[in-house]
């Protein structure tokens, strides 16, 4: 295919990936200008006409998906037996190829990526659709770490026609929920289901479920628990792994309501108050009865990760019983009777009737020249009757009634059908109409392609702006209708910006292409410093390219006021004691002096004191305070802390540390 032209405008670059149910191109759109990526079908379609109108419509239905996370369709059509969508083009790689290039991810890395993927599908999901096969393959990611999710046309369409037909499943079976994995029908929750095992492996590089055999991986979805992601990682918190557990319970009743729900967690998991969670679980009545699906063993798949399609099994009609033979002699007597007479008139021509002749073959001849080989032929009674077709050029004969070959009576009437050319109808008007009606109502009128093209307008999301070609008179099998569809105002859908921190919001705003304004700081209990508390316009908020966000960043908490701690010290003098001299023994009996005691005298001497402090303004570096003392004193020492800080205070005597303690702001 590489180097050839499909749909008269996408010329085949180059292979740019292969899966179990299509190949992808790197193409290029001659009319636009543009690379575009197209994903041409392995399913095969022939002789299902229904089937084909019913793949073109639910896969038309996906391209009014329009979300930051979601590769646009632009359009879809067949050439051939080729079946082919053309999609965004997005330079980059599979989800799946940057889980096996960097293993095992961090919370912080893994969650801004699955808040990506989460929100896509709560996307789909509000526009009735469900993806049904969910996997880091149909993820794809371009170098800035954004992600889109791809073949929601494909899951949707080819589920819907093989399903329908034979009960079989389509998915991969590695994120198969237990309902798929039963033949059930797959649901909302089935994506969620989905969405839990992605998480699971981007925290873990590696998948909750894993055999020889895609049936005895299937068994471990319905009869297994998934296994713990904090077992290998303990590092992971609680709240998060509860979001897998949630996700991936059996019972879809225990899972998420919704992709909205399962988006709102994910917002949280790692914010201070979840710090402490316990495991998530659900009490189970292990007393009452249940039904256990019975699952054969099936060869190995070639590989278990590819999208497939799981046939069911067909039992053997048993032969039907013989019919019992009957015995009509004489009834078979009398028309072997008839028989013969009949084939003695054959051979006798003219013994009872008039003369006949065959029918000459006249398809394709010109009226006239047809009568005249009739008229050879001994026919003299010809009419003619004009039919619309499309395989024979106007005024050829189409048919003859009776048929060519055939022998009849020369006087029996004969019927040329001669082609009126190929049908034509009046084409109407059709611009401002909801083209997903548009196409199903003229699904059926043979047009030769049907296809829609999409642009901004201010006209409503899904309304025709204008067709080619105009509304008059043309004939369907050789018309190529194309509707261009308004994708409503150039506007983006807000995501939400709670708990950005500043590079995250840089990120956003080079993605989005809006701008996002920091107006205000404020204080704030429960939101980090840095982090966004709030914004206007709202999540969900739908603005045009270069609209302004605002947004209100936290100071963190309020701190409180700074606190004066005052310690009282004594501060004892401890005197020297001095040995007594030869001129005290000389003195007189008797006589008493107050400096003596025992025959030993005490000094007075001065002690040098050193107080040090350790608070908000100061350090231990200096002392605060130095004096001297020749008795006992007592001292008040100030701190002044801030909340949550630590001081201390030393207070030395003569170079040696006397009294040394640590102080906190909560002290009292």
């Not at 079908?41 to 022939?46: G, M, Q, V």
């Not at 936290?554 to 006021?561: D, L």
């Amino acid at each position: 295919m590489i180097g050839s032209r499909i749909g008269g405008r996408y010329e085949i670059v180059k292979n740019i990936g292969d899966g179990g149910m299509s190949k992808v191109y790197l193409a290029h759109d001659v009319i636009l200008d543009r690379d575009v990526a197209i994903k041409v079908l392995n399913y095969d379609f022939a002789n299902e006409e229904a089937l084909k109108r019913r793949f073109k419509r639910e896969a038309l239905s996906a391209t009014s998906l329009t979300h930051p996370h979601i590769v646009d369709i632009f359009d879809v059509g067949e050439e051939d037996e080729l079946h082919y969508l053309v999609m965004e083009y997005i330079e980059g790689q599979t989800l799946k190829k940057f889980i096996q290039d960097n293993g095992a991810l961090t919370p912080e890395l893994a969650l801004p990526i699955m808040q990506q993927i989460v929100s896509a599908i709560a996307n789909a999901h509000h526009n009735g659709i469900v993806h049904r096969d969910v996997k880091p393959q149909n993820i794809l990611m371009d170098p800035d770490g954004n992600v889109k999710i791809t073949d929601f046309g494909i899951a949707m369409a080819l589920s819907a026609t093989a399903h329908t037909k034979t009960n079989s499943v389509i998915g991969t079976v590695h994120y198969l929920s237990p309902e798929q994995a039963r033949g059930g029908m797959a649901t909302k929750k089935s994506d969620i289901y989905s969405l839990g095992i992605v998480l699971y492996e981007l925290l873990s590089g590696e998948l909750p479920f894993t055999a020889d055999t895609a049936v005895a991986i299937a068994l471990k979805h319905l009869q297994e628990e998934t296994p713990s992601v904090r077992e290998v990682y303990p590092s992971i918190p609680q709240s998060v792994e509860n979001v897998i557990l949630k996700a991936t319970m059996k019972d879809a009743t225990y899972r998420y309501d919704s992709a909205d729900e399962m988006y709102d967690d994910l917002l949280t998991v790692l914010s201070p108050e979840r710090a402490n969670e316990k495991k998530f679980a659900i009490l189970f009545d292990d007393d009452r009865t249940r039904a256990i699906p019975v699952v054969s063993e099936t060869p190995k798949f070639d590989s278990v990760e590819v999208t497939k399609k799981i046939e069911p099994v067909r039992l053997e009609q048993p032969p039907a019983p013989p019919k019992k033979r009957k015995k009509w002699p004489f009834i078979i007597g009398g028309i072997a009777g008839v028989i013969i007479l009949l084939l003695l008139l054959l051979l006798v021509p003219g013994v009872l009737g008039p003369k006949k002749a065959v029918i000459p073959e006249v398809a394709g001849m010109e009226e006239m020249e047809a009568k005249d080989a009739l008229e050879e032929k001994g026919f003299k009674t010809v009419k003619s009757e004009e039919q619309q077709s499309d395989e024979v050029v106007k005024g050829e004969v189409i048919k003859t009634i009776p048929e060519a070959g055939k022998k009849r009576s020369v006087d029996s009437e004969i019927t040329l059908y001669i082609s009126a050319g190929k049908e034509s109808v009046k084409l109407a008007d059709y611009t401002g109409r909801e083209v997903t009606k548009i196409i199903e109502l003229l699904d059926d009128d043979g047009f030769k392609s049907i296809e829609s093209e999409y642009e901004f307008s201010e006209m409503a999301e899904g309304t025709i702006i204008r067709q080619d070609p105009e509304a008059g008179e043309v004939i369907p099998s050789e018309t190529d209708l194309v509707f261009t569809v308004s994708k409503g105002e150039d506007v983006k859908e807000l995501g939400d910006l709670s708990g950005y921190n500043a590079e995250q919001l840089e990120d956003y705003e080079k993605s989005s292409g809006f701008e996002i304004k920091v107006t205000k700081s404020e204080h704030s209990d429960t939101v980090s410093e840095g982090l966004v508390i709030r914004q206007s316009p709202s999540r969900g908020a739908k603005i045009k390219p270069g609209g302004t966000v605002e947004v209100v960043v936290s100071k963190g908490a309020e701190k409180k006021p700074d606190k004066l701690i005052v310690k009282k010290v004594t501060i004892e003098y401890v005197p020297d004691v001095v040995e007594p001299t030869p001129d005290w023994e000389d003195g007189d009996e008797g006589e008493e002096d107050d400096e003596f005691d025992g025959g030993q005298q005490i000094a007075p001497v001065p002690q040098r004191i050193q107080i040090f402090v350790q608070d908000k303004n100061r350090t231990m570096a200096t002392p605060v305070k130095v004096f001297t003392i020749t008795e006992t004193t007592q001292q008040e020492i100030s701190l002044n802390l801030e909340e949550g800080q630590s001081g201390a205070y030393k207070i030395k005597r003569d170079s040696i540390t006397i009294i040394e303690e640590s102080v906190h702001y909560s002290d009292e």
